[in-house]
């Protein structure tokens, strides 16, 4: 039942040997969810092992090139290692035409079913549903249109305990209805729910911001989410600068998570104009201690049962 | 005075861990020339040290993806790092439509001067000429329209004994004309051409063909090439799928270049279904002995004076 993010590319617009341009892999009890594609997120898929077939959906956030140039690319390889499962793209509308455009010269028809959804224009909206968890995007603002995105994983039944079933015979119908919190009845007594059940695990969530100047509006979409990751552009000392080029500092967005009580911060898209990234941690953690730089290769899974929140980094990262 | 080509992606398709998708930057006297942009060139480039702003052209093949579209990317970084002057794009004509379609969202107007130059259809034309090279564009046979390419140095003048210059006198008008192949008059005598001067070096040529059926009608832009890159997707044990997917087979190619009379042959555009590379080089040598394999970072450079063929690998390649 895994919730784990997989950071593919780190970096800003110019990828450099450790940051590639934004892309990130989200499984969410194994659906898998490519959030952004720069140009050679293929390269990093293959290098992280994980597979091209098992993503089902791709969510672009907005068009520049360091968000998106690797689309093509990689439904070109999709096609070429047999993928006949359809594909799920979410993105600003214009990003079909451009796609066709892209596409059309070696594709007389698309290699598989491509279906194309386009971003809610100027207000909220679920992009996606299912039974364990829902997709919401919401407009962020920057220099062209972009969406931030949340996967929030639905409300899970509660955990009967199993010695109870022996001890009431409780019938499988009784035991749905135990799970979904009724009280039990044996012999006209009342058995508390409370008395058969745990706690189900919390409902788990991450949401992604990029590319936006600090937006502290969403705090209805923020508030309970374990993970949060925004871009750091720039460091505070570049404040106006980061006004300037509709980006958000490390500090605004260790602030952004603080308000919004924040479990855990992931930071990335720095600027490769400073001598180094640690700038971008310790300026995060004296506003928000629980602050992780993203670099590529980086694995952060939520916890399960009475496990730990892990972030470590892929096995492949090093090789 | 160099003449020299960096293999920057050498695989075919599907980009490997050590063959990225086509692309190979030709420096002919400081003229940089980028051959094919398949995702991820402007990492390789990065990677071998080729600076990005020395590029002047980029000549696309043809509209497969592993052999352009890197170039989205490419130009998006040119103008981050401050790009000014115009970059020449030769390529199918659909190409100049494409890249405003997905530039667009980016850039307002083109972030430097990109003038685009439609290939010649249907016919061999000079693409490119100034004073110390030509380049030119023949058509091809795949899928979809392909072109190959030829650069040729032109003709140098005559090499004069430095001595000679002192003995006669020679003034720098005499020089010129010296140089161009006139005799020298003095004193009525006439001193002979033969006597003053001494060979230039042959002028140098390369030839890129790739992504096509093997076509021996160019036997007159091969003649006389030092080098000729060509695909060798397929072994000659798979000649009806290289046909039936128009593409060659190392012994093909091999054939190609022994009765062009080549001198070095390099081969490249591997597919990925053989167990080792060395299949395609063992079976093209048995043809023709002088064959090397592109390799991602490799290094050939012309001999100049009376140096030697040097192909090396780039010293960033193990990096």
Redesign the interface.
Known sequence: MRFELTILGSGS???T?NR??TAQVLNVLERFFLLDC???T??QL??FKVSFNQIGHILIS?????HF??L??LI??MS??GRERPLHIYG?K?LE??LS??????FDKPPFPIVFHSLPEDEIGIIYEDKVVTVTAFPLRHS?PVWGFKFSEKPRLRKIIPEKIEEYSISIPEINSVKSGEHLERDGDIISNADLTTNPLSPRSYVFMTDTLIMKKYMDILKGSQVLYHEATFLHEDVKLARKTMHTTAKQAAELAKEAQIENLLLGHFSTRYKSDQLFLDEAKAVFPNTTLAIDGLVMSWPENNSEFSIKMSSSAKE
């Open positions: 617009a110019l990828p040997s590639n341009t720069g140009e050679g293929q390269h293959r290098k907005h068009l520049h090139g360091d140039f690797g093509f690319g070109s390889t070429l290692v600003p214009e035409d451009i455009h892209v596409l059309k010269p070696q062209i």
